[in-house]
């Protein structure tokens, strides 16, 4: 691994680059208003390659330039929001549309999103903190719940060859009971590394990202960093969510024609075994092949290898899976099929402007003889999305809906013991899922309606409806993917949402005021109830609560 970087280095200091960029983050209110935007063109094809996350600040700009040339009707509000995301994307986005009327002792807010910044022909960069103020009160629990989160981040160019972005965050939280469990559960806290008590029934926790970028060619760029990704044109990814911490990774992107073609090459951390310090790791390589198979269909490919060191001889990061081109499913057998391999498809399709449709593939393993007969052979390891998101719906100006079907079969993402006593292949990092928060062995509904009346108001209804089925002591049904999955229940006759039933439903209606550019006032009404078979596993919480942001994405509850 260390050879390929330092190969990889060099190689750049031979080629000019062309333009630097980095990244916007997912999940918060530009990236709602860009995949909407998206859809209102009615094109795929706008250089923002959505199916694959987080998107580049200069793409985002490309956008928004394709919107000026169709002649879109605009409402106030779109134009208000199309305002905001230019300010969002200097240097790429014109200065004089990112200018701020107002500054702050002169210095300080002379654009609209950033604190400070310096633009010269060169040199580019931004400073901006972040902070996030949450509290309310939950029927479920004796105390208040609460986050209190201060960030800060930089990003910029120099040159027009480097982008760099990093991000540090100090935190301290008490979250709601289900997300506790979830910490007892497995050992590790959704989007954090290390997790500290914090008074009663709260958490503290540092966290540190960044990367640089680089394009090595005009179609060739190249990202190194610890960050999350995403493939995916959905709420949730059946290939690869950002819903795990982040993790190093070198990303190659190359964007010829129709075609995205993407490498990552991931060092992740394993934590479920016994305690060892330091934390064992593990390693995945991935490929993904987008094409643009018209302007409004796009087609993805993909395939993922997870590997480590069998048998602790010092494997480290195999080098056969370097190669950017040649399908992992070959080299894993030659080396003795002791690695873990996905395969999967990523569709997006745009068949009106307005209307957008989508939908996942995933393949852990499957025969289709076994299929055919309908037998319920443990083995058949896959799982499918279907979805839609209708934007301005209805013919009313900026309300939008979104209905998604997640569907996973037992024992998917799972692995067998390899010589250290419990299996370390399976999809996760830090003890954390990689692909859906809920596993395996289920099937979702995700439903959401978002409208925004006025620029600075947004409001939205969301609710995720679930089955799962869960384990008994010392049973595995197939729905927790660190289990060993040959220790399975029975051969044949599995089936989805098999074991101890569940019934999840997690409803949330929310408000958000923009005071100001990314400073938001949030009030939430959440509610989430857990049906068991088991009667003493029920829980029920209805919480309320508000919060103040600036920068930084609201807290979702979504498992």
């Known amino acids: 691994m260390k050879f390929f970087l330092l190969f990889l280095f060099c190689f750049i200091g031979f080629f000019p680059a062309f333009g630097q960029y980095t990244f916007l983050h997912r999940n918060d209110h530009a990236s709602d208003l860009i995949n909407r935007y998206e859809i209102r063109t009615g094109m795929l094809r706008t250089g923002i390659f959505s199916g694959t996350g987080p998107y580049s600040r200069e793409a985002i700009v ?19 929001n199309l305002d905001y995301l230019a300010a969002e994307n200097l240097p790429w986005s014109d200065p004089e549309d990112a200018a701020s009327q107002q500054p702050f002792l002169r210095r300080f807010y002379r654009s609209k999103a950033n604190l400070y910044h310096v633009q010269k022909d060169d040199f580019f960069m931004a400073i901006n903190p972040g902070l996030y103020l949450q509290a309310g009160i939950s029927d479920a629990d004796n105390l208040p719940l609460y986050t209190n989160t201060r960030a800060a981040e930089v990003r910029g160019q120099i040159n027009d060859r480097i982008g760099f972005y990093s991000f540090i965050s100090e935190n301290q939280l008490r979250p709601a009971q289900h997300e506790r469990d979830y910490r007892d ?48 044109h959905g709420r949730r990814s059946l290939l690869l969510s950002d819903f795990a911490t982040d993790y190093v990774f070198l990303k190659i992107n190359t964007k010829i024609y129709r075609f995205h073609y993407q490498n990552i090459f991931a060092q992740l951390i394993d934590r479920y075994g016994p305690e060892r310090r330091p934390y064992p790791n593990k390693y995945k ?86 299929w055919l007969e309908r037998d319920g052979w443990a083995h058949n390891k896959f799982g499918y999305q279907l979805g839609g998101k209708y934007v301005d719906a209805l013919g009313i100006s900026n309300l939008d809906i979104g209905l998604e079907y997640n569907w996973v079969r037992p024992y998917s993402y799972t692995h ?81 949402a098999q074991g101890i039933k569940t019934d999840l439903l997690i409803a949330e209606a929310w408000m958000s005021y923009q005071l100001r550019h990314n400073l938001f006032v949030d009030f939430d009404l959440r509610y989430r109830r857990m049906e068991s078979e088991l009667s003493d596993r029920n829980t029920e919480n209805l919480y309320i609560g508000g919060a103040l942001r600036l920068n930084l994405n609201p807290r979702r509850w979504e498992y």
């Open 62 to 80: 490309a956008l928004l330039e394709a919107m000026d040339t169709l002649e879109l009707s605009l409402s106030e509000t779109d134009r208000y």
């Open 185 to 232: 559960k497995y050992r590790a806290f959704p989007g954090a590394h290390l997790v500290k008590p914090f008074k009663e029934d709260g958490y503290d926790f540092f966290t540190a990202s960044g990367y640089v970028t680089f394009r090595m060619l005009p179609a060739v760029e190249l990202q190194f960093g610890q960050s999350t990704n995403f493939i995916g």
């Open 285 to 370: 390589a991935t490929h993904y092949l987008g094409i643009d198979i018209l302007d409004n269909l796009n087609v993805g490919f993909f395939e993922t290898v997870m590997f480590h060191d069998n048998n602790e001889t010092g494997r480290g990061f195999d080098p056969h899976y370097l190669n950017p081109i040649i399908f992992y499913r070959s080299v894993e057998h030659q080396l003795g099929d002791a690695d873990k391999m996905l395969v999967g498809m990523n569709v997006g399709y745009v068949p009106v402007p307005r209307l957008k449709l989508y939908g996942q593939l995933m393949i852990n393993e499957f025969k289709l003889k076994h």
């Open 416 to 496: 067998y013991d390899i010589s250290r006593g419990y299996p370390v292949n399976n999809y996760s990092h830090y003890n954390q899922h990689l692909a859906h928060p809920l596993g395996a062995n289920f099937y979702e509904w995700v439903a959401s309606v978002r409208l925004q009346p006025w620029p600075r108001v947004s409001m939205g209804l969301e609710a995720i409806m679930a089955t799962y089925g869960a384990d008994a002591d010392g049973s595995n049904w197939g729905q927790n993917i660190f289990l060993d999955y040959t220790t399975y229940e029975r051969r044949f006759g599995n089936y989805t």
